[in-house]
């Protein structure tokens, strides 16, 4: 009763500020934001002080839409704003949220629709009385950016209602906040399964929850204390397996918290988990979740912008920044009180330029304590440099196609392949390259958010409308009749297929038909992990066992084997150790996780010789008292 009668008396307090005349009809919290609807078309449309005066005077985000009674007619606006638009904008869909009072206007070209200083979204709005978003279109087409914007139209109504209930969450705490823990649920002297459970007085809030691929081991999500079904609030880092393959999970069993993100990581945690149910089914396995899940977490999602300030619960604010590892991975900061303190929780960092990614961001205040990955925390863990590894790359690829091979390039989907399309597009290399399995789907979601990329190459894309994702070099193959065409073909190609260690996927077909002609390449340009067939491969054996219509045959491996390294997605000590010295007041206490049990040890231990604060590596289960 109490959050009710509070959020009831801030609501009056705002209503009183503005005349009758603003003929508000209803005010609702949207998440943190705050929403007032208007039945007046003047002051819908009108100059926006009074607006901004609310902001300033109540400290909170505050937008003005108008009620649903105000709108034009949706037929007659669709027109209006076909006229309004310039042809080449490229808008290709408009989709009305009446609950919202929204009209969303999805273009290849956002800036044209915007007009310069905003001047056509003005004049949209005011000749159809809608608030008009504009949002960016995939350059190629993806069914499942598709499919996942429709399920967000289709949930308007459940999502009104629930981002009120949240935001009265959000504003109704009244506990002190003295005392803050963190409790190792997974990924703790282990890489997988990363999850983190952090709680106050008054919070308790979910950072990441992946699987350990290759095993049937989850996080520690069943210990009374991490409850899913009391959850305020579940953060996802970046979409990676190892982070994100159970998010699904505690959606279908219960938990009823936002899901905060960037947009691209929804978009890709769609696709992967889609992906992740599909393997279990072929492989015979139960999955621990079904679609429903999926659906149930992406109805929850809030999406902030990178450096956009969040508050999420009574006494936690969060903030996403660029991490420099995959689209739309981020840095965690969450400020804890009124300065009572700051975390930051590096996910999988990058620190250094690579060809899709600025460094990792150090642009946050404090961080009194840091949640630090250790991947490669060894001091021999040292990476070539990376325009070295790009060339080795380039120079294997052009070898192959002077003597008429093929080069086969296993990767994984997300981050690997983009970059790997990046420097051969850059390097100019003009046979075609393929894709194959689940990589176009994932270039795609690249396409829609190129504010999620470099600087470098946010320049190239808008200002002189290079962009790599779209060469024409770039094929999809998408069914085992475009395979054989390929692989009967004499010209000389590249494919970059799953998976990225040779476990499985579309690349075993390939390997096993391209394996003995010694004119081929396979280049491998990722981490190969012990027992796999990659690394079988990377040892020198001369002979695989393959398996072929239910029997198992030997193939030669006549065909070049390259590895590439040096394109990690992944700090190296050293860029690890750099991140942490760029830090603004160092930190006071470094965490270590994600890494082989003598990596976090290690790693906390120079850590501490280096910086001189406290250093920990966590066991399981563990949980520590952070203030
Ligand atoms: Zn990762």
């Known amino acids: ?45 009108g100059d926006s002080t009074p607006i901004k005066d609310l902001v300033g005077k109540f400290k909170k985000r505050i937008m003005l839409r108008p009620d649903p009674g105000l709108c034009n007619d949706m037929e007659e606006a669709k027109k209006e704003i076909e006229k309004m638009v310039p042809k080449e904008a490229g808008l290709r869909e408009i989709l009305f949220e009446p609950e919202f009072g929204t009209v969303t206007l999805e273009a290849e070209k956002p800036g044209l629709v915007i007009g310069k200083g905003g001047e056509t979204l003005r004049e949209i709005k005011k000749a159809t009385l809608w608030a008009p978003l504009v949002r960016r279109a995939p350059l190629t087409p993806s069914d499942v950016v598709k499919v996942l914007r429709e399920m967000l139209y289709r949930e308007s109504a459940f999502r009104k209602d629930y981002l009120d209930k949240v935001g009265k969450r959000i504003h109704g705490g009244w506990k002190q906040t003295d005392w803050l823990t963190m409790t190792a649920l997974g990924g703790f002297r282990e890489v997988g399964r990363s999850c983190i459970l952090l709680r106050t007085p008054e919070s308790r809030v979910m950072l990441d929850c992946g699987v350990k691929p290759g095993t049937n081991e989850y996080p520690y999500i069943t210990l009374p204390e991490a409850d899913i079904t009391k959850l305020d609030a579940v953060i996802l880092s970046h979409t990676h397996m190892d982070h994100a393959a159970m998010i699904p999970y505690i959606y279908e069993y219960g938990c009823d918290a936002p899901l905060y993100c960037t947009a691209p990581t929804r978009d890709l945690m769609v696709l992967m988990c889609i992906d992740f149910l599909k393997i279990a089914q072929r492989e015979g396995k139960n999955a621990p979740y079904t679609t429903k899940g999926i659906k149930e977490a992406v109805k929850r999602c809030i999406t902030p912008n990178w450096e956009e300030v969040t508050d999420i619960t009574p006494d936690m604010r969060l903030t996403l920044l660029n991490d420099g590892h995959i689209l739309g991975g981020s ?175 579309p690349a075993l077909w390939w390997l096993r038909n391209m394996a003995e002609d010694k004119r081929n390449t396979l280049a491998f340009v990722g981490y190969q992990a012990e027992n796999t067939l990659g690394r079988k491969i990377l040892k020198g054996w001369k002979e695989i066992p393959m398996e072929e219509k239910g029997r198992n045959v030997a193939v030669p491996i006549n065909l070049e084997v390259a590895q590439i390294d040096g394109l990690s997605g992944h700090s190296d000590y050293k860029q690890l150790m750099n991140f942490i010295g760029k830090i603004k007041h160092g930190p006071e206490r470094i965490i270590v996780n994600h890494g082989e049990p003598t990596k976090c040890v290690e790693f906390a231990r120079n850590a501490h010789r280096i910086f001189g604060c406290e250093t920990m590596a966590p066991k399981l289960l563990e949980t520590v008292r952070l203030r």
Request: proline share 5%; aromatic share 8%.
């Open 331 to 505: 840095l965690v900061h969450i400020h804890v009180g009124e300065g009572f303190h700051n975390i930051l929780y590096t996910g999988d960092i990058k620190f250094d330029r690579t060809a899709l990614f600025d460094p990792a961001s150090t642009d946050f205040a404090r961080a009194e304590t840091i949640i630090t990955e250790s991947t490669y925390g060894m001091p021999n863990d040292i990476q070539p440099r990376r325009p070295e590894a790009e060339a080795s790359l380039i120079n294997a690829v052009k070898r192959t196609i002077e003597r008429r091979g093929k080069v086969l390039i296993p990767s994984f989907a997300v981050e690997r392949s983009q970059d790997v399309q990046t420097i051969l597009a850059r390097a100019g290399i003009e046979c075609p390259v393929y894709l194959d399995g689940m990589v176009w789907d994932v270039s795609a979601i690249h396409t829609a958010y190129p504010e999620y990329l470099s600087h470098e190459l946010q320049r190239d894309i808008m200002q002189h409308g290079w962009n790599p994702f779209t060469q024409p070099i770039f094929k999809r193959i998408g069914s085992e009749e475009e395979r054989r065409q390929v692989i009967e073909s004499k010209d000389p190609c590249v494919i970059i297929s799953t998976s990225g260690m040779l476990t499985g996927g």
């Open 1 to 45: 009763m109490l959050v009710e009668e509070m959020t009831a008396e801030l609501f009056k307090r705002i209503k009183e500020e503005l005349p009758a005349s603003a003929k508000i009809s209803d005010i609702r919290f949207e998440g943190a934001e705050i929403v007032l609807y208007t039945k007046s078309k003047e002051f819908f449309t």
